[in-house]
């Protein structure tokens, strides 16, 4: 068979705007999906919990038959992942959490399941449960920066972490608030035939600036404020354009010694 010989096509006036249109739908459309999907994936977790929590109740069900429950599961559904005896028992803690108007009503059931057990293993307090569940909907945590924000006790000192924030930005926009975009995860880039990435990247809409948000697992590091204003310079000679206001860093630690943040951020410009 010959090949289709290429021609020039020459596309309506019309084209691009449409094309805008349908990729939106399409976005659309999958992220309804993925909530429905996930929707239903908390309902059936809360179901399960629900009977375990009854028959516990009811007939004393323990450990025992839990794990055998858990085993029986894994084998009727060898395809289907989240049937674990660790899973089992979050999916009990779950149904006597919260009702199961929460999975509709409140900010948990908008949420993965993943986040879902790190609000049931790592929190005791019911209202500290749902401050943090909102929060992660509202600024779209991933389940590790989720983690990071319970091991700051992010809830007891919103507005206090050490940063140097209110010299490097006017008063109205050292609180970030809302308006954050996704632009990306793990953005690589080259210099001089290096390799590097930056955790996240986002961009305020409101405030017409990049965001650049570093993830450190272990205790804070004064190399850390370096490594994020390294990150910084490079989006400012990159990324950003004359309209845009100057970029700023996020570094989030799972643990840190507030002297050292304070000194090491004292003469950053990030």
């Given at each position: 068979m010959?090949?289709?010989?290429?021609t020039d096509l020459t596309l309506p006036d019309d084209y691009p705007e449409l094309f805008e249109q349908l990729k939106q739908r399409v976005r659309t459309a999958q992220a309804k999906v993925v909530r429905e999907a996930n929707t239903e994936l908390l309902r059936l977790c809360w179901t399960i919990g629900r009977a375990l929590a009854d028959r516990r109740k009811r007939e004393g069900w323990g450990t025992k038959v839990v794990e055998r429950l858990a085993a029986d599961l894994q084998r009727a559904f060898p395809d289907q992942r989240g049937l674990s005896r660790s899973n089992l028992f979050s999916m009990r803690q779950f149904a006597e959490t919260w009702p199961a108007e929460a999975i509709v009503q409140q900010a948990v059931g908008r949420l993965p399941w993943g986040h879902v057990t790190v609000l049931l293993s790592t929190l005791d307090d019911q209202a500290t449960r749902d401050w943090y569940a909102a929060a992660a909907v509202e600024n779209g945590w991933s389940r590790s920066v989720l983690l990071n924000q319970i091991k700051n006790a992010t809830h007891r000192r919103v507005g206090a972490a050490p940063s140097n924030f209110a010299d490097r930005l006017e008063p109205d926009d050292s609180e970030l608030g809302r308006g954050f975009a996704f632009v990306g995860r793990q953005v690589r880039f080259e210099v001089d035939g290096d390799d590097f990435s930056i955790d996240l990247l986002f961009f305020h809409v409101e405030q017409l600036r990049y965001v650049v948000v570093e993830l450190k697992i272990g205790k804070f590091e004064p190399g850390f404020a370096g490594q994020l204003?390294?990150?910084?310079?490079?989006?400012?000679?990159?990324?950003?354009r004359s309209q845009h206001a100057a970029t700023v860093g996020l570094l989030l630690c799972a643990d840190r010694n507030e002297r050292v943040v304070r000194y090491a951020l004292g003469g950053s410009a990030s």
């Open positions: 010959s090949a289709v010989p290429a204003n390294f990150y910084v310079s490079w989006v400012d000679d990159q990324l950003r």
